[in-house]
């Protein structure tokens, strides 16, 4: 791979690194002196994005001399995207997200034994994918701006934009921390950089409740700092602005069950009428109707009305390998990952008339494959007699963290969760068709779906869950809203009668397993359990010696 713009760029003076361990250098980077070596891999920008960052050619900067300036904040925030670009960073946000959902299974290509033993639901502690060194080294550049950033003297560094580069990392570090306690539940809460050796470095796990206390602390001080928008669509899009700390705090209050929360933050990007996209004087939100194709400008053009955040990938500067990877390219458009039977076989989840189902997966009947086209494709054209045409993209993908119609079924589930009136379930429905009924073009609005048939919280919660699968299939969402799901119910019951259905072997082991709730989160890895005595591993995952 060919990125000519990064440069390996250190800001701390190293000397006689001994007996460094993987938890060290994966999470802390604790050296046995007070300058510690951080190796930050950066970029002349981010994709698309060329002239944001321009790092100084000079090849070792001490710490005494870094952090004078603008600039050099500027550079170690970008830093915290760039590590968002990184393979290990992207393979995690697809697998946690997905792998062990009722999406996927395994497709035509290699993939690795710890990948392939995830799709089997026989997880132990030594599986390369439970490891979560570059979420944490996300964590660590963003305590390092955190830290020194208020410090810096410069006439040109405000406190405004001060404030608006905190509110950025705080952002990025309160979304690392998210994942992290969806994926681990328990985990190592760190808001300090490492900078001394003298700072303890073995730090147990905080509960999760108190992790996602300091997310919304962090989000909520986040929000009145944001940016509402920068100077281009790929800035707005690809940095972090209010709409994105909103959406951000939405999901954490969906997780947390704080329902009325949830609702206000979604309204407060739905009801959005600041942000304008100036070169085509629309307001920023708007749904994409059918007959402008909605695949097309969300997926493969990046950088839609509808787009909140979303991670900006580039030829030039970082492809999104991982797409390629699992996903497809234009030259191999056979991914390592496959949709599961049970979603192209039949019409369970996608009815005759939904094109997300075209739009989604590509079916190769002859071999038994049905490959993932979203985000690996660029453009579906259907003639006369209902045959498509896929083309891929010729560019690399941008990764989508949030968007519109995410966040409309994020106020959808929310209004179920309350039912104080029949209003709630109206409300809800009514969400729910707005995307349906666009996603079903040969549909009449009369056919949409009836109160009268959803009239429960139950029958509603079903029918949203069912939406978000369809709408959001393949972007890292679905093992998290099956999680949520089983979370409130107090069991895995719901989770197992959709997931089991695409294990065609060990489905009495697999369902023995996953009845446990705790079967449900990561272990920790261990090498960091070796590393990190204080550490407490996940009790389904305990061997008999701990």
Same mark, same amino acid.
Request: glycine letters at 4%; charged letters at 25%.
């Given at each position: ?310 991670? /900006?990938?580039?030829?030039? $500067? ?5 797409? !390629?990877? +699992?996903?497809? =390219?234009?030259? *191999?458009? @056979? ?42 494709? /660029?453009?579906?054209?259907? $003639? ?5 045409? !896929?083309? +891929?993209?010729? =560019?690399?993908? *941008?990764? @989508? ?146």
């Amino acid at each position: 791979m060919n990125i000519s713009n990064i440069q390996t760029f250190k800001l701390f003076k190293q000397s006689n690194i001994s007996n460094i361990h993987t938890f060290q250098i994966d999470f802390l980077m604790k050296t046995h002196i007070f300058k510690i070596t951080l190796l930050l891999t950066l970029l002349a920008g981010l994709s698309a994005c060329s002239d944001w960052l321009t790092i100084k050619p000079d090849g070792k900067v001490v710490l005494d001399d870094y952090w004078k300036n603008e600039a050099d904040v500027e550079a170690v925030v970008a830093a915290c995207y760039r590590g968002m670009l990184e393979d290990e960073f992207m393979k995690r946000v697809i697998v946690w997200g997905e792998l062990r959902s009722d999406n996927i299974i395994g497709g035509n290509g290699s993939i690795s034994d710890a990948e392939n033993k995830m799709l089997q639901a026989s997880i132990i502690p030594t599986n390369d994918m439970c490891r979560w060194g570059s979420f944490y080294t996300i964590i660590n550049y963003c305590n390092y701006v955190l830290y020194y950033a208020p410090n810096v003297i410069d006439p040109n560094f405000t406190e405004t934009k001060l404030h608006a580069k905190e509110a950025e990392v705080l952002t990025l570090r309160a979304l690392c921390y998210f994942y992290l306690v969806r994926t681990y539940k328990d985990v190592p809460l760190i808001i300090d950089p490492s900078i001394s050796d003298i700072q303890n470095y073995k730090v147990p796990q905080s509960a999760e409740s108190q992790v996602l206390d300091k997310i919304e602390k962090d989000l909520l001080k986040a929000e009145s700092w944001a940016m509402l928008a920068y100077g281009s669509v790929q800035y707005t899009k690809g940095r972090i602005t209010k709409n994105a700390v909103r959406a951000l705090l939405a999901d954490v209050y969906l997780w947390k069950g704080n329902y009325s929360k949830c609702i206000e933050y979604c309204d407060k990007i739905i009801d959005d009428k600041m942000l304008i996209m100036k070169s085509e004087n629309k307001t920023n939100f708007l749904l994409i109707q059918n007959d402008d194709n909605p695949f097309t400008q969300i997926f493969g053009l990046k950088n839609s009305e509808e787009s909140i955040f979303e991670l /900006q990938f580039s030829e030039s $500067n970082k492809v999104n390998q991982k797409v !390629y990877d +699992y996903y497809g =390219t234009a030259y *191999n458009n @056979i991914g390592q990952l496959s949709a599961t039977t049970s979603i192209t076989s039949t019409y369970t989840v996608y009815p005759k008339t939904d094109v997300r189902r075209k739009d989604n997966i590509k079916d190769f009947p002859s071999q038994g494959l049905f490959n993932i086209f979203k985000y690996a494709g /660029q453009y579906r054209s259907e $003639n006369s007699l209902g045959n498509s045409t !896929y083309t +891929y993209r010729s =560019t690399t993908a *941008n990764w @989508i963290f949030y968007r519109l119609t995410d966040i409309m079924l994020m106020k959808a589930e929310a209004l179920v969760q309350l039912n104080r009136t029949t209003a709630d379930l109206t409300d809800a429905l009514h969400i729910v068709n707005t995307i349906f009924i666009r996603s079903n073009p040969t549909m009449m609005l009369a056919d949409s779906f009836k109160i009268d048939t959803y009239s429960s919280k139950q029958a509603m919660e079903e029918l949203v869950l069912l939406e978000r699968q369809r709408e959001l299939m393949f972007e890292g969402k679905r093992w998290f809203d099956l999680l949520r799901m089983a979370r409130r119910d107090g069991n895995s019951s719901r989770l197992l009668a959709r997931v089991l259905g695409k294990y065609t072997d060990n489905q009495t082991t697999i369902k023995s397993k996953m009845t446990d709730m705790n079967s449900l989160y990561l272990p920790i890895h261990q090498d960091e359990m070796d590393a990190n005595t204080n550490l407490v591993q996940n009790p389904f995952y305990l061997t008999e010696s701990e």
